[in-house]
T-cell receptor, first 110, second 115 residues
């Protein structure tokens, strides 16, 4: 079945460091891909999305490109801030379902 | 501020109690969802309502009973729960009657503790 695999955390970085969180997927057809973020004590928020191959989603300085050839959707940010500390979930949509990866906890140190 | 409102934020109940979780959205979305999230785990889909009809039930035990009285409201009725049902219960809505766009709008969740 469809699935999402993302790198294990926690990831700890210093402020202004570069971030990459890897995500790969397994799916039949052409799912839409997403990154959701969950700040402490809150529900999930859609961070960015891409609906077809080679699309780049971007928001709040984060970017991810839908790579069909490598079945990947890695999340990147050039300079992280303490406020980016959260759990990040890679996800794909299939019909009426959203399938989430296990999540990657990110800690940014001042 | 989230536009999906969940009440209560915290609930403690015994195994013989009957309680309900409530979710409300006024964005005109036609699909609503219940997810269960255990600590340090991703959300797990429980139920999907599409145009006020139950479209997905992920083999959830009958002690969880969803209800969608209208397009803005979603309830989750709880009865005879087990301690392992303790979790964060997240409600979400989607504007397109399905999750094809993946744009789910989540509430902040109801944290349930079963004693």
């Amino acid at each position: 079945g469809d699935s999402v695999t993302q790198m294990e955390g926690p990831v700890t970085l210093s402020e202004e460091a570069c971030l990459t969180i890897n995500c790969t997927y397994t799916a039949t057809g052409y799912p839409s891909l997403f990154w959701y973020v969950q700040y402490p004590g809150e529900g999930l928020q859609l961070l960015l999305k891409a609906t077809k191959a080679d699309d780049k989603g971007s928001n709040k300085g984060f970017e991810a490109t839908y790579r069909k050839e490598t079945t990947s959707f890695h999340l990147e940010k050039g300079s992280v801030q303490v406020s980016d500390s959260a759990v990040y979930f890679c996800a794909l949509s299939r019909d009426d379902k959203i399938i989430f990866g296990k999540g990657t906890r990110l800690h940014i140190l001042p | 501020d989230t536009e999906v409102t969940q009440t209560p934020k915290h609930l403690v109940m015994g195994m013989t109690n009957k309680k309900s979780l409530k979710c409300e959205q006024h964005m005109g979305h036609r699909a609503m969802y219940w997810y269960k999230q255990k600590a340090k785990k991703p959300p797990e889909l429980m139920f999907v309502y599409s145009y006020e009809k139950l479209s997905i039930n992920e083999s959830v035990p009958s002690r969880f009973s969803p209800e969608c009285p209208n397009s803005s409201l979603l309830n989750l009725h709880l009865h005879a729960l087990q301690p392992e049902d303790s979790a964060l219960y997240l409600c979400a809505s989607s504007p397109y009657g399905g999750a094809r766009t993946g744009e789910l709008f989540f509430g902040e969740g109801s944290r349930l503790t079963v004693l």
